[in-house]
Structure formats: structure tokens, C-alpha cells
């Protein structure tokens, strides 16, 4: 069973940097792909970043060359830094965790956090 705490939301100007973290306990995440997602009111949660084992990172049309991923095996954590924030980035946060062999195959089950509010003001 993992655990995940996301933190680092808050309120920026557009134009602005937030760097989000998310804590695992319960298991090390070294076999788990890890993703970002986010929701804005009324519409569905969207993927928005997600890196492998080895450290391959993805990222969606929409944040890509504004945000990075990154993930410390030691400290148990995922990051995203999130550079030049726009209004339409606004959105609850959240980080899910699932076990993954070194190609990326997902399985097993999913773990979520309860994620971190990130609003963006023009």
C-alpha cells in the first residue's frame, strides 16, 4: 500500500513558477511510474506529465517546455516545476503511483494523492 501527499499549490500571477512535490510512504517508488495529473472545475482530469522508471519523461501538449518532471528514488518523491504559468493551468493537482516494469508496462494498482490546488491569475 503507498501513501501519497502532494504539496507546493498556491496562487501566482500568469507568468509565475510553482514547484509541486509528492511524497510516497508505505513502499519505495523505485518500481513505480509516476504521473501529474489535473482538474479544473467542470471538465475531466488530464494527464499532464509522467516519467518512468529509468527516468523517461512525457509531458502533455499543453505544459510541454513549461513544466518538468523529476523524480528523487532516495528521498521517495516526484517533483514538477512549473514555469510560466497560464490561467488555463489552473486545477487541482494530483499524483498517482503504479507499479511498471523498466519498458514502462503498467500494472497492478493505482495509487492516488488528494492533490494540491494550483490557481493561476491573469
Known amino acids: 500500500q503507498v501513501q501519497l501527499v502532494e504539496s507546493g499549490g498556491g496562487s501566482v500571477q500568469a507568468g509565475g513558477s510553482l514547484r509541486l512535490s509528492c511524497v510516497a510512504s508505505?513502499?519505495?517508488?523505485?518500481?513505480?511510474?509516476l504521473d501529474w495529473f489535473r482538474q479544473a472545475p467542470g471538465q475531466e482530469r488530464e494527464g499532464v506529465a509522467t516519467i518512468e522508471r529509468p527516468g523517461f519523461a512525457n509531458y502533455s501538449a499543453s505544459v510541454k517546455g513549461r513544466f518538468t518532471i523529476s523524480r528523487n528514488n532516495p528521498k521517495n518523491s516526484l517533483n514538477l516545476q512549473m514555469n510560466n504559468l497560464r490561467p488555463d493551468d489552473t486545477g487541482m493537482y494530483s499524483c498517482k503511483a503504479q507499479r511498471c516494469s523498466a519498458s514502462g508496462a503498467r500494472f497492478g494498482q493505482e495509487y492516488w494523492g488528494r492533490g494540491t490546488q494550483v490557481t493561476v491569475s491573469s
Open positions: 508505505g513502499d519505495s517508488i523505485n518500481g513505480y511510474c
